[in-house]
């Protein structure tokens, strides 16, 4: 029987910790192919997602996936980040929190990405951001 990785069990607990400590929890994650976040917010291949429960709908920590709903530029997105893909999580106001080391796996499929990537020219993403900020209008 293979053993359990402890990664997404200390992902937990650094989330309530922050939580219980009034911080904003910070998620920084390695983008691949089986990570779903909105890609025009991801540099260099990793992006830096805010967990908080304010921040977040339906935050599910699970064993494997990370998922949640969040807001981008006003728009509701739905995000899954694979627990293998995330590279720390920590507290804004501190910093304090964990990082993990680079998995072997993880290291191979992100350099093999990062030279599709290269290969190919950037697409525009499907759907533009919308221009300025969002507005609420009162319906009668």
């Not at 994650?29 to 805010?50: A, H, M, Q, S």
């Amino acid at each position: 029987m293979a053993e359990k990785s402890t990664k997404p069990y200390l992902i937990r607990a650094i989330h309530e910790w922050c939580s219980d400590s009034n911080l904003t929890p910070y998620l920084s994650v390695k983008v691949d192919e089986n990570t779903r976040v909105p890609l025009e917010f991801v540099k260099n291949g990793e992006i830096v997602l805010n967990v908080s429960y304010d921040a977040t709908h339906r935050l599910t920590i699970g064993n494997d996936l990370v998922q949640f709903s969040a807001r981008f530029g006003g728009v509701s997105r739905e995000c899954s980040v694979p627990v293998e893909a995330v590279l720390g999580i920590f507290a804004r106001e501190n910093g304090q929190g964990l990082f993990f080391p680079v998995e072997e796996a993880a290291a191979a499929a992100a350099a093999g990405a990062a030279e599709d990537a290269a290969e190919t020219p950037n697409d525009p993403p499907s759907t533009p951001p919308s221009p300025g900020r969002p507005k609420l209008q009162v319906v009668k």
